[in-house]
């Protein structure tokens, strides 16, 4: 499978994989994060621990439990840490510690490397016995402005880990621990993102029955306030009074969120019966459906209001659309703005560009082409699992700069 993606990042990134992986063969790394399936974690995870194992490191992936009050916690902990106000009570804490050391009971949390992503399975560092296993935080939230009651709760447990990780240079927080910046990828080859033919994206449009007759406005979201798709429904109809058009809201849930459906029936509430605003929830495995989807719009919209990274506009550009996003979080590393793509900060801004771009098909034609290119260049697989090997090969080298091979 490795050599398949020689064609796309050419045989070199390949090669330099297979070196940097022989330093680690047979090590273990025990990804853990809280949910198989549903965001963008799990979608990452599903790629990255196959193509771990296939370089010879033994890569696993284990998923956290925990009931429904403590994933209505671990989402408020996940709003507070993107700069939501959220109300906290003891209990809430105490909650989130038993959980925490029930699975770290039950658990196998023998390896070599520990890559606990996320605050929902952070806490299982009270497991780390001094050298045994090293420990890395991979935070996959914008921590740009976190509420800091919430972040000064979380930090002396990250301080705990030998490493952090996080996506943007923005997240970065004053820590006592090494803090590295390695942003997400997708994987060229999945079902959401490999090539698809004419005839396949229209058979799966018409199994959805999504109608092709005016253009395609789509947004991909799991249904949650930070990604805005109330804003959405109102930037469509500002544009939909001068152009014909129809706004899709593909949308499905993650274990780990109890919001959605609440989101759900807002986003319906609003929509009301206006005939052109499809929303479609698909389960979270309909891979190649979101990849026609995202295939059959004109233009993909990603109207964030917080974004740890937002796979989708990725997802997007590599599939050559011109895509508008809202400029937060790890959004701006993948668009630069009238180059790669559109960056707006508003509903009016949202529905400004959305004319602008259905009116100059070559202009946004240009915008998908350049970001398809920032991709290639950027936010493939392979470029995130070298950077995870390197810096898995680093921990053997506290306080060393450079890694000789
Ligand atoms: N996704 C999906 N089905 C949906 C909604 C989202 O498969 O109904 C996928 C989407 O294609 C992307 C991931 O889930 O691969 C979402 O990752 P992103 O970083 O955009 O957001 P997150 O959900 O992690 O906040």
New binding site residues.
Partial sequence: MLEQYAPIVGAGVIDDLRLIAKKLAGRVVRNVNSTAV??????ILNRMVPLCKELGVDARWDVIKGGEQFYAVTKKIHNALHGATQEFSPSDWDLYWQTQELNAAQMDLNADILFIHDPQPAGLIVKKTPGKGRWIWRC?IDLSSPDLAVWNALKPVVERYDASVFSAPAFSQVLSIQQVLIS?S?DPLSD?NRDLTQEEVAAICDRLQIPRDRPLITQ???F?Y??DPVGVIEAFRMVRERIDCRLLL?????DDDPEGAKVLAEVRDRAADDPDILIL??P????VE?NAI?RASDIIV?KSIR???????S?ALWKGKPVIAGAVGGIPLQITHKHSGILTHSVEGTAYWLKQLLQSPDFARKLGENGREHVRDNFLLTRHLREYLMLFLSLDHPGKDVVYL
């Fill in positions: 549903g965001g963008g974690v799990a979608e996959h997400p997708i959401k991909v979201s799991r949650d930070l990604k593909v949308g499905g849930s993650a929830c698909l979270p495995t309909s891979h979101i995202q990603q974004e740890g990274f937002g796979l989708t506009v997802e």
